[in-house]
């Protein structure tokens, strides 16, 4: 029994996303677009909700198009190193308060780079480094927002 090229899990979850796509833009249809200051509420879900859509259908296209019907495996390693790393997110979320923002970032970089990748620690250490000084000089000191701080001060 072969199952429709139509079925499969590129096309469905496609369809998925282009539906939650075409809802937020319908949503930020709603907000102003752009206001005298400069672009409004609704002007950043547009544009990600109509890239949503269009990429989606991309991929439903190409994945219902194609003449490939073979089963692909599943790489089961890359998965659980995917998760691995979300994992890694949810901490990094959980350490913010803590911690502090830029110290949650900079160990999240560590650990990436580190384990995920698999880089030597010194290397490990100055791209968690960099990354922390880069984005504390470009949110917190050239766009001025304040980032949450932890019991050290930063």
Avoid at 47 to 62: E, F, H, K, P, T
Wanted: glycine letters at 12%; hydrophobic letters at 60%.
């Amino acid at each position: 029994m072969t199952q429709s090229k139509w079925i499969k899990g590129d096309v469905v979850s496609g369809a998925v996303l282009a539906a939650l796509g075409a809802y937020i833009v319908s949503q930020a249809w709603r907000w102003d677009y752009s206001t005298a200051e400069g672009p409004g509420p609704g002007f950043f879900p547009m544009w990600y909700g109509l890239a949503m859509v269009v990429l989606s259908l991309i991929l439903v296209l190409r994945s219902g198009l194609s003449a490939n019907t073979a089963e692909k495996v599943v790489d089961w390693t890359g998965i659980g190193r995917a998760l691995i790393v979300w994992a890694a997110f949810a901490v990094c979320v959980a350490l913010i308060k803590p911690l502090g923002f830029l110290l949650a970032l900079a160990l999240l970089t560590l650990f990436v780079v580190a384990v995920m990748y698999g880089q030597p620690l010194k290397v490990a250490l100055a791209v968690a480094v960099g990354n922390t000084v880069g984005f504390y000089l470009v949110f917190g000191l050239a766009l001025q927002l304040s980032l949450p701080a932890g019991p050290l001060g930063f």
